[in-house]
């Protein structure tokens, strides 16, 4: 034994000495700094980009990247590679891979930070004229949802076409720019960059994403043909783009989600949670509605778990529940976060945080829940599930389209604008107009946040069969539901999607789980034969 012992104390000693080399804790220390600076940064970005948000103030992130040039350099980006390579903790390598991914992508931020201020700024201030009345661009999604006359909606839809042409002339230069310095930094192309720093196979996804549109495809079109019919008085051969808003805006059920109580709801589920939203300090809630305002809601974790934002600009009904609850989903992970390393509290990949802002927003739509926080009389209550069953099912297959679009966007397919309307179109099965390929860059989210969002719709369902075998049907009541979700929230940014769907006991992540759970969804919401 002490023959053993005595070598093996020499190697690990060696060992220690050799991490602790001058070289290495050179490196180290550069690497910390970095993080030091980031940090910084993104939270001086997080709040320039509330503030542009919530109140239309100018956008100048330029600014802030010049400020921080130093940061965001290929030599940093290798000093960063290099350390990873050479850590030997699995943590610790973890945080480097996410540090190198953050670096990566914020130096491609950085080379186009003037065009995408100028991007925020011309939403911001742009406006459009329709039946000689001026009108923000912002406002134009809203008003859609809320216009009952087809022929307004396609002259609000068609009135939009100088801003977006002046919005795609700049985003135009942003998706060449981008695939420029993927080479730059040595990838073969902007997918292989994505797919580096996602870590996931996008080629695999295609699969995935091409198998969804087909197994739903017969179950949409039915759904699609009667929604139209109830909601629209329309035909599929009638039925265009601008009519999508409106169509899914589904004001027959807003009496039951009324804009006094909306508040008062979120904090009673939240309750049932053991979670006391009024104790939380550190998250915050702008629901005022301001002319500037992005009406899109938004959530803004400044400085996890320390300040934590929220905004909403409501327009009335289920789609208001809908975004708080979402929004809640975010604002719950990042105020209860427990991790203290930089990339576990900032760096993320989307899928997890996204899951759980479904989870929350899916609540909504839980029959158990309908029954005990709606008036909703049974057969009111099934017409509802049908429909949120309809959008559901609607938003997972724009999500596949989208994708299997920037596939070929990012790969440089040529006439991206006809592919855009036509995959689209297809998969949505509205006709197509020459006016859908106008949104084709503005309908276009950095490094494949569309599959971010598919990959979480699936982990969402997965997630919350978990905590209905575990916990029951109405978990949402359940404390002990609430402190299992704190034990997630609080990992943060730690895990991917595909190491967190272990952690919750499935080997992978699959569409599977929710494409049954539509189909039963489905069924409890047909009405029996009189």
Known sequence: ??????????????????????E?????????????????LIKAQSLMGWNNWAFGKPSNQDSLYKSNAH?????????VRETEEAEPDSVQKKRLRYFRRYLTTEFIAKDIAPLTDSVSNIEASATLTFEGKTIPYRQLSSLLSNEKQQGR???LYIAAGTVLDSLNATLSTVEKKSRSIAQDLGYASYNAMAEDLKQFSLDEFKVVAEKVLADTDSLYTTLLKEMLARQLGLTVERFYRFD?????????????????SMMDVVRKTYLGLGVNIEAQTNLKIDAESREKKNPRAVCYPIDVPNDIRLSIRPIGGFDDYSSLFHEMGHGQHYANTKENAFEFKHLGEPTVTECFAFLSEYILVNQAWLRQHSSMPTPVLKDFVRART??????????????????????????????????LSNAMGYQRTGDDEKRYLTDVDALYYS?????????????????????????????????YLRTLWATGDRYNGDEFVRLIGHDRISPDVLL????????????SAA
Not at 3 to 21: N, R, V, Y
Not at 24 to 40: M, N, W
Not at 71 to 79: E, K, M, P, S
């Open 244 to 260: 999508i808003g409106r169509l899914l805006r589904v004001q027959q059920f807003d009496k039951y989600f009324t804009a006094a």
């Open 1 to 22: 034994m002490k023959i053993l012992t005595f070598p093996f104390s020499l190697i690990l000693i060696a060992l220690l000495i050799g991490s602790c080399s001058p």
């Open 516 to 527: 049954a759970a539509i189909k039963r969804m489905v069924l409890f919401s047909t009405k």
């Open 24 to 40: 290495r804790q050179k490196d180290t220390g550069q690497v910390d700094s970095l993080r030091t600076a980031a940090e910084q």
């Open 451 to 483: 599959a971010g969002y598919l990959r979480a719709w699936f982990l969402e369902a997965q997630l919350n069969e978990k905590l209905s075998l575990q916990f029951g049907a109405n978990w949402f009541e359940s404390p002990q539901a609430g402190e």
């Open 153 to 155: 909606r396609r002259g």
């Open 71 to 79: 940061l965001f350099t290929i030599d940093n980006i290798n000093l």
């Open 390 to 423: 309809f959008q559901r099912l609607y938003l997972i297959r724009r999500y596949a389209a989208k994708f299997l679009y920037e596939l070929q966007l990012h790969g440089g397919a040529p006439n991206p604008q006809v592919i855009y309307a036509t995959t």
